[in-house]
């Protein structure tokens, strides 16, 4: 399958998506540059060279550029998601800790505000950043997979689909390839997130992830690391899923509902602010669907031997749906706002457009026969 632009089947979903450049304006530009330009110069002088264009640049068109699809467009994705998610989780790191004790002790810890109480009591202020380097390293590597195998798969699935069927059914798009790249994703974070949780809910088990990761191995085994990966996939996957395909959706919806002028009129900072109101919109989303198994993954890790029917057991179902869910909402709207804002900060940096847009109609079989 190739992945670039000249592809005989091309993919609908991309080219829509990352549409930038005004027609007119090129049109415009192009008419400039070939106008004629009269040197005025002395005669041991050389003719002054043509004159550049007015047109100011569209927030995709930066002085770098990176071919859609190519090695270095994957690249650059995959930089911006470590960007977005090494950065955004060990920021939040203080709610986490508290989240995490309230899922394992509710009874010591019943509310945030006590949580944080409790923590800033027993620990001091430095022990609100416990764990932040496996919180850093792990989603860091999560991100790379997340957003640089999900622009892949989205590519990938679009030209299996055909552009008929990648316009008519672009949120099962969204939806597998968001998936598939989750996958990957937790595989890169278990490990990390096995030894954070460990670190964060048993005080003096280990001070950080130099010391924490050998101490696990030799009480856990190097399969020990991977207890939660099947919990880890019910709450990542889950939650992915409707983090991208929700973002799509609301972006598309914002952009052709809640702002009069096209998204490739829009300046950048503009942009950046649909970004993150559709990240953290998506977030709230996220976090309702992937509770239970968050619940899950906090009482497997902290537990030697544990299995999911004993944390069913001694949360209760209402426990496992509703426990820290508060905290959860208000951290992974933030994050995810956040992430989204990241992300496609870093794409505008590098050249590239900003995920997202309004979506064209299918097109017709008249116009699949013509291309």
């Known amino acids: 399958?190739?992945?670039?632009?000249?592809?005989?089947?091309?993919?609908?979903?991309?080219?829509?998506?990352?549409?930038?450049?005004?027609?007119?304006?090129?049109?415009?530009?192009?008419?400039?540059?070939?106008?004629?330009?009269?040197?005025?110069?002395?005669?041991?002088?050389?003719?002054?060279?043509?004159?550049?264009?007015?047109v100011v640049p569209s927030p995709a068109e930066s002085g770098l550029k990176i071919e859609m699809y190519s090695p270095a467009f994957y690249a650059a994705c995959t930089a911006g998601g470590i960007l977005s998610c090494g950065l955004t989780h060990m920021s939040v790191t203080p709610l986490d800790l508290v989240k995490c004790n309230m899922q394992i002790d509710p009874a010591k810890y019943k509310s945030i505000s006590s949580g944080f109480g409790i923590l800033l009591k027993e620990q001091g202020?430095?022990?609100?950043?416990?764990?932040?380097?496996?919180?850093?390293?792990?989603?860091?590597?999560?991100?790379?997979?997340?957003?640089?195998?999900?622009?892949?798969?989205?590519?990938?699935?679009?030209?299996?689909?055909?552009?008929?069927?990648?316009?008519?059914?672009?949120?099962?798009?969204?939806?597998?390839?968001?998936?598939s790249a989750e996958v990957i994703a937790d595989i890169?974070?278990?490990?990390?997130?096995?030894?954070?949780?460990?670190?964060?809910?048993?005080?003096?088990?280990a001070r950080g992830l130099s010391d924490g990761l050998p101490k696990f191995v030799k009480s856990e085994g190097a399969l020990g690391l991977y207890k939660g990966i099947v919990p880890l996939w019910g709450r990542q996957i889950p939650y992915t899923m409707m983090k991208f395909a929700s973002f799509e959706t609301i972006v598309e919806m914002i952009y052709k509902y809640g702002i009069p002028t096209p998204k490739d009129q829009c300046s950048k900072e503009l942009q950046l602010g649909v970004s993150f109101a559709g990240g953290y919109v998506a977030g709230v989303f996220c976090a309702i669907v992937?509770?239970?198994?968050?619940?899950?993954?906090?009482?497997?890790?902290?537990?030697?031997?544990?299995?999911?029917?004993?944390?069913?057991?001694?949360?209760?179902?209402?426990?496992?749906?509703?426990?820290?869910?508060?905290?959860?909402?208000?951290?992974?709207?933030?994050?995810?706002?956040?992430?989204?804002?990241?992300?496609?900060?870093?794409k505008v940096f590098v050249g590239l457009p900003t995920t997202g847009g309004v979506s064209p109609a299918a097109p017709s079989p008249t116009e699949l026969a013509k291309a």
């Open 1 to 54: 399958m190739a992945f670039s632009d000249k592809s005989s089947r091309q993919s609908l979903i991309p080219s829509f998506l990352y549409s930038s450049t005004s027609t007119k304006a090129m049109a415009v530009e192009k008419m400039l540059q070939s106008r004629p330009t009269t040197a005025v110069s002395p005669p041991d002088v050389e003719a002054v060279a043509p004159r550049k264009a007015f």
């Open 290 to 346: 992937s509770h239970p198994a968050d619940n899950l993954v906090s009482f497997l890790n902290n537990a030697k031997g544990a299995t999911v029917g004993d944390a069913v057991k001694k949360m209760g179902m209402l426990g496992l749906f509703t426990r820290g869910l508060p905290l959860r909402i208000v951290m992974i709207g933030t994050l995810t706002g956040a992430q989204w804002g990241i992300y496609d900060a870093f």
């Open 125 to 179: 202020v430095r022990g609100f950043f416990r764990g932040w380097v496996p919180t850093l390293l792990g989603y860091s590597a999560q991100g790379a997979c997340k957003f640089g195998f999900y622009e892949f798969f989205k590519k990938y699935y679009s030209d299996i689909a055909g552009p008929e069927y990648a316009a008519k059914y672009k949120t099962l798009i969204y939806l597998a390839g968001s998936a």
């Open 188 to 205: 890169a974070l278990c490990p990390f997130e096995a030894v954070k949780v460990r670190v964060q809910t048993q005080p003096g088990f």
